[in-house]
């Protein structure tokens, strides 16, 4: 795979400051945003599920350490509902309507490890994987609206399209895309040829792509051929889009292992995308975003290092902070907040100031 190493800055002007710190009991597995930036929750590997508040400083602990990892958070489009699921088989929805949260639907499912919840991008919709399918269940009416089966393989990763009429679905061989207007017709499917275990929709809905266990990427624009990129020492595990870039294309972000590869569609369209590799890291890369709205990407890795990169090629800022590494990142919906988590339970959260405004 040709590419173009990133040079690394050793000084640069501040861009985010450290806003607050906390700590869980063990490895902090997710962390996920209100839509209105002011409050997020976490979770670790102990079962604890916690809420806090980045106004009022406050913390409220939904549930405590069970034994069982919960290892998937999500929020609802309109903040309403929060859900979580792991490795007990049980997803837990809770309420949260100003300072009144509470757990208001349990759904068990037995020898299943729930590791993958996504609302739709504006209703009151969740789907999760479930081994070999997926369900969509809706929780404002409190009821299952669809069972999709993946049949080859368990479901690997879920996305919504951004406008919200499809649903798409990656596992082994291929991904499968339902349209939400009628769940019972037959799923479009995009082949692989490998295991699909990570999948996004960009922001504009054009392209879908896939992180494949064979060591590739493959992007489908709408009705065209998909682009495969090939080369990555091992699986790709983590894929992150961009705005779109001045009309054109997004900029699309990949991880295998301790390497983020940065891919841009070329001008002329019989060229594909071309390749640039981040390598700051010396640890399995845990966390990879971009800001809302911008091209500032953050990306996060076992070696304690959390890395901000100017328009996803020029290393910006290095925040450290955790005692043995950073295990996932997130930026806040309007991008003036990022919180990373942290192997030994710590919950960070920096604030994006007026230095870090010519980042992006």
């Not at 997020?40 to 809420?51: F, N, R, T």
């Not at 479901?155 to 399209?161: E, F, N, S, T, Y």
């Not at 990555?232 to 900029?251: D, H, T, Y």
């Not at 990022?338 to 339970?345: E, F, K, T």
Request: net charge negative; glycine share 12%; aromatic share 8%.
């Amino acid at each position: 795979m040709a590419s173009k190493k990133a040079k690394g800055a050793t000084k640069t002007k501040t861009a985010l400051t450290l806003l607050w710190q906390t700590q869980l009991q063990e490895y902090v597995t997710a962390i996920a945003w209100c839509p209105t930036g002011d409050r997020l929750a976490a979770s670790s590997a102990a079962g604890e599920v916690v809420i806090y508040s980045l106004r009022g400083g406050e913390r409220t602990v939904l549930q405590t350490e069970q034994g069982e990892s919960v290892d998937a958070l999500a929020i609802s489009a309109d903040g309403r509902f929060l859900a979580a699921g792991g490795q007990s088989g049980t997803v837990w929805i809770w309420q949260l309507q100003g300072g009144d949260i509470s757990l208001i639907t349990t759904l068990p499912h037995k020898r299943t490890w729930i590791d993958c919840l996504r609302w739709h991008p504006h209703l009151p919709l969740l789907a999760l994987g479930l081994g070999r399918y997926a369900q969509v269940w809706d929780a404002a009416a409190q009821t299952v609206i669809t069972t999709l089966s993946f049949d080859a393989s368990s479901v690997l990763d879920i996305d919504w399209h951004p406008e919200g009429q499809q649903l798409s679905l990656g596992g082994n061989q291929s991904i499968k895309t339902w349209q939400v207007s009628d769940w019972d017709d037959d799923p479009e499917v995009r082949e692989i040829g490998g295991a699909s275990g990570a999948i996004a929709w960009s922001p504009d809905g054009i392209y879908l792509a896939s992180g494949n266990n064979d060591r590739s990427v493959m992007v489908w624009p709408q009705d065209d051929d998909p682009w495969r990129m090939t080369g990555f020492p091992g699986k790709v595990r983590e894929l992150a889009w961009s705005r779109p870039i001045n009309g054109g294309a997004p900029i699309l972000a990949s991880v295998c292992g301790e390497g983020i590869v940065v891919w841009r569609k070329a001008a002329e369209s019989s060229e594909g995308w071309k390749p640039r590799v981040l390598d700051p890291h010396e640890g399995t890369v845990r966390g990879v975003a971009f800001q809302s709205g911008s091209l500032l990407l953050a990306t996060a890795a076992e070696d304690g290092r959390l890395c901000l990169w100017s328009k996803a090629a020029r290393l910006g800022q290095v925040l450290t902070g955790t005692a043995d590494g950073f295990s996932c990142l997130s930026w806040s919906p309007d991008g003036t907040n990022l919180a990373a988590g942290g192997s030994q339970g710590e919950v960070l959260v920096w604030a994006a100031g007026k230095a870090g405004q010519g980042f992006g």
